[in-house]
């Protein structure tokens, strides 16, 4: 099939690639010129784990192409996807579909033949309806129906995501886009669930399931806060949480907050469409407030440890939202390091891969090491705020001997606090007394 994708973004991309690979052509568009160019000349403009071999590889096959041209992407497709960004209003918080709305005026004069147009993008209840009536204006003669297929790839693991998904959602209210999808989607048939519902019901389980998760982290977050009062231990008590098959395994882990592009664009964008609805969603907006009340109480944990001396020397080690990223968009990290930044005047940082993101976020106010020990060379503290493989297997002895005091305030319970403490270390975690 020929197939069109419109951004080439952490969603456009691998799924450009992914749908590439079982053999359709492919073309992804973009409106920024110097990432189709750089495409184009065979280099990435995103870091995501095992993308960069199946992207060569599908581009050598001749299924993968790139172009600034939405009459070329779309002239013929049989499936046009929307992966443009939705990001927050500013001051509203709510989704803003500008780019996406674009999108439809733009792509509608080129729809030749029936085309479904797919929006992946995660955009509110009723953006389809919208998407329908401006391809409608534009082009009053096109064949096309507008579905919602919402993304579920999680950054970092995309390429692992799109093929081994734990559901495909077809949002259709008509049975001729179904069928298409069904047709692209052939490769996953008996390998995982598909789930065909109407239009509204599929942008709404976007949203939902985001807010679920961005939920559970607060949840346990808030366990962690309860365990550190108490005296508990939030890895045994997650642990013993998880074992209930009700209540899962997944997304316990306590930490700084959650961050990314989705969680805290989606959980604002959820609450303010459901008070367009007259619905208040009261648990989706405490879970708001606490997140970003949380990365600030965070902040000052750090500070108290070195008693807030403007001149102790920090080292911060994670820059990412999460580990396996360069994405620094929201990140937790980002927002502590901001705060330490306020207080100190001594701040090195070292992220395996968002450093560049980072430098293009803060600037020069921070030093920027070469590696984790290259930050902590003479730092009165080191922080973990991404949980990045490599720091769990830190050379203790080796940081010992560098820095000027012995003190880890790790917020995402990477190391084992035994092995810490032994070293000589005054060890801070989160929910737990080590
Ligand atoms: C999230 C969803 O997990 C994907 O299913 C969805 O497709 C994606 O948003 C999206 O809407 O595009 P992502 O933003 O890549 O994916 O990140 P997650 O892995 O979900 O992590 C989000 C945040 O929660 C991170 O800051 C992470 O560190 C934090 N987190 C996650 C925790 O603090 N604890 C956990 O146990 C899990």
Redesign the pocket.
């Known amino acids: 099939m020929k197939i069109a994708i419109v951004g080439t973004g952490y969603?456009g991309l691998p799924t450009g690639v992914g749908l590439a690979e079982f053999g359709n052509d492919v073309v992804c568009v973009d409106k920024i010129a110097g990432k189709i160019e750089a495409l184009k000349q065979g280099q990435l403009t995103i870091y995501e784990d095992g993308l960069e071999e199946l992207f060569h590889k599908v581009v050598k096959a001749g299924k993968l192409h790139f172009t600034t041209s939405m009459s070329e992407a779309v002239s013929g497709a049989d499936v046009v996807l929307l992966a443009v960004g939705t990001p927050p209003h500013p001051v509203t918080k709510e989704a803003d579909l500008q780019y996406i709305y674009a999108a439809a005026q733009e792509l509608a004069q080129y729809l030749d033949g029936y085309t479904v147009i797919a929006t992946k993008s995660?955009v509110p209840v009723g953006t389809g309806d919208e998407i329908e009536a401006i391809i409608k204006r534009t082009n009053p003669k096109a064949d096309y129906d507008v579905i919602s297929l919402p993304?579920?790839?999680?950054?970092?693991f995309a390429v692992h995501d799109f093929f081994a998904p734990d559901r495909i959602v077809i949002g259709a209210d008509s049975e001729k886009a179904r069928n298409v999808m069904l047709k692209l989607y052939k490769p996953f048939e008996g390998k995982t669930q598909f789930l065909l519902v109407g239009r509204k019901s599929s942008e709404t389980i976007k949203y939902a399931s985001?807010a679920f998760?961005a939920m559970k982290?607060h949840y346990?977050n808030e366990m962690a806060d309860f365990c550190e009062a108490s005296g508990a231990n939030i890895s045994e008590v997650a642990r013993g949480m998880g074992l209930d098959s009700r209540i899962g395994n997944k997304?316990?882990?306590p930490?700084p907050g959650?961050?990314?592009?989705?969680?805290p664009k989606?959980t604002n964008a959820m609450a303010q469409m459901a008070k367009k609805f007259g619905v208040h969603l009261h648990l989706i907006e405490t879970t708001i407030a606490y997140n970003d009340e949380r990365k600030v109480e965070m902040a000052k944990r750090v500070l108290s440890v070195v008693n807030g001396n403007p001149e102790a020397k920090i080292a911060v080690l994670g820059l990412a939202?999460?580990g396996g990223t360069d994405d620094c968009r929201e990140s937790?990290a980002m927002d502590i390091l901001r705060e330490l930044i306020k207080c100190s005047h001594n701040v090195s940082v070292y992220d395996p891969k968002a450093m560049d993101n980072a430098h293009r976020l803060i600037g020069d106010s921070v030093n920027y090491a070469a590696d984790a020990y290259e930050a902590a060379k003479n730092a009165d503290i080191l922080v973990i705020l991404t949980e990045w493989e490599e720091f769990r297997h830190l050379d203790l002895p080796k940081l010992k001997e560098i820095m000027n005091k012995p003190k880890i305030v790790d917020l995402r319970n990477m190391l084992g606090a035994e092995e810490v403490c032994k070293n000589g270390f005054e060890y801070c975690c989160i929910g737990r007394k080590h």
């Open positions: 969603v995660t993304e579920f790839l999680r950054e970092g985001n998760l982290i346990i997304f316990l882990n930490g959650y961050g990314g592009s989705c969680f989606d939202f999460k937790p």
